[in-house]
């Protein structure tokens, strides 16, 4: 992938359809979801850039793309419980499909994890969650390839399972544009001015826009994307996380198995299309890249299902993938306008749950740009001011 640079480059001449009331840097999930909500909001004047061919090219189409309405994070738990509550019943005609199969999600705990586990599971019933503690035998009786050596209870969410991720973010970009959105993929921000305090120029490969308000949802480029106007605030993490693919071992039937997440020994596994994918929930920091499996972590893959659920070892390898999940320093997201220029608004940091949550952070931010404040929740724990606080 090409460092954004705008040396030698000469941006088209700006005219008057080149004014816009909203930028938003990057189509994947976050982008799309806000153009959405500020869409139902009957703001049209909107413009996505994307510098793929496609939106979704990262994070967004290489995801798990599960709900799981457990966190430890409180305003991650928060996020995903409103993000479930639209997934399991959007408004009328938003989607051609459902987007969540209830497959379920079962997370099997060890040690002082899964004291806090339980200590969770009276909130979640309060909160609504269809939320079960299972024994050891229990578990073992619905999954017989794992070992009650490896833990001591499990946690088992049977309203939970696989988000349809394609149908969500083109539901999104359907209706956003419906309604006068427009998207640019194949056109790089490459450098962004400010000017008279709150409007900004986006220079991009193939022009030069104006706008009043600049979105960062740029997903591992958004601390590259910040920069553009100043010294970041915020430092964000790119984390590459990987998944395989493989046939289902003979004589077991394992379409029906939620996802099987074993959070003290890293390694969740879950029934796909054909047969099975896992993942060793790997985390390696990177410079924001077009993330590839490495053999490395693959083989570790293997590894761990060989210590953990032998059975599951497969002969050959279908599938591989990786994508980057990108964390702040609090592993809490990144939403709102910047401390220091105003208009330029974060939303950033998604980690591990920018789909499942991409409903309620779409929505809260689209309040956050249009009204200045959200009754959704308190966002003081996902501002950007945090950092200069
Ligand atoms: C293996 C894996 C498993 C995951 N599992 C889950 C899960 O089960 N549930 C869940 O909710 N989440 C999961 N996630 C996390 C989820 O995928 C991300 O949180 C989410 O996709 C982030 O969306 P985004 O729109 O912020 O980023 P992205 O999808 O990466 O989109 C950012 C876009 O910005 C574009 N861009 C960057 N710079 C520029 C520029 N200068 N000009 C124009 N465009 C630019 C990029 O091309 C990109 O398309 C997983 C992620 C991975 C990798």
Redesign the pocket.
């Known amino acids: 992938m090409n460092e954004?640079s705008v040396k030698g480059k000469q941006p088209r001449v700006v005219d008057n359809t080149s004014n816009f009331e909203t930028i938003i840097?990057?189509?994947?999930?976050?982008?799309a979801s806000l153009a959405y909500f500020l869409a139902e909001r009957d703001v049209s004047d909107i413009l996505i850039?994307?510098?793929?061919e496609q939106?979704?090219?990262?994070?967004?189409g290489?995801?798990?793309?599960?709900l799981?309405e457990l966190d430890l994070v409180p305003s991650i738990l928060e996020l995903k419980l409103l993000g479930g509550q639209f997934l399991r019943n959007p408004p009328s005609g938003f989607s051609d499909n459902p987007l969540l199969q209830k497959s379920g999600i079962l997370i099997t705990f060890q040690g002082p994890l899964w004291e806090q586990a339980r200590q969770m599971v009276p909130g979640l019933k309060q909160s609504g969650v269809a939320v079960n503690i299972l024994s050891q035998e229990e578990t073992v009786s619905m999954i017989p390839v794992v070992s009650p050596e490896n833990f001591d209870g499990a946690v088992l969410l049977p309203e939970d399972g696989h988000?349809d991720v394609n149908e969500l973010l083109w539901s999104y970009l359907k209706h956003a544009r419906h309604r006068g959105a427009q998207l640019r993929c194949q056109?790089?921000?490459l450098s962004i001015r400010v000017d008279r305090e709150r409007c900004f120029n986006v220079i991009t490969s193939a022009g030069e826009y104006r706008s009043r308000w600049v979105i960062n949802?740029?997903?591992?480029?958004a601390e590259k994307?910040r920069r553009l106007v100043g010294p970041s605030p915020v430092q964000l993490t790119p984390r590459r996380?990987?998944?395989i693919t493989f046939a289902a071992p003979d004589g077991l039937y394992v379409k029906n198995w939620p996802l099987v997440a074993d959070l003290s020994n890293a390694l969740y596994f879950s029934p796909e299309s054909a047969g099975l994918m896992a993942?060793p929930m790997d985390e390696d920091p990177m410079a924001p890249c077009d993330a590839r499996p490495d053999e490395l972590t693959v083989a570790q893959t293997i590894e761990r299902l060989n210590q953990l659920t032998p059975r599951l070892v497969p002969k050959a390898i279908t599938n591989k993938w990786?994508?980057?999940?990108?964390f702040a320093p609090d592993q809490a997201m990144v939403v709102g306008e910047d401390p220091v220029v105003k208009g330029f608004f974060w939303l950033?940091g998604?980690?591990?749950?920018?789909?499942?949550?991409s409903p309620a952070v779409g929505r809260i931010a689209s309040g956050l740009i249009l009204d200045g404040r959200t009754r959704l929740m308190d966002v003081r724990p996902i501002s950007p001011a945090r950092f200069t606080d």
């Not at 840097?25 to 982008?31: F, K, L, M, V, Y």
């Not at 850039?49 to 793929?52: A, P, Y």
């Not at 939106?55 to 967004?60: C, K, N, V």
């Open positions: 954004p840097i990057g189509c994947g999930i976050a982008g850039l994307e510098r793929e939106p979704g090219y990262h994070a967004t290489r995801s798990a793309a599960v799981v988000i056109e790089e921000v949802a740029a997903g591992a480029w994307i996380r990987t998944i993942s990786a994508g980057l999940r990108t950033s998604q980690g591990g749950a920018g789909i499942e949550t």
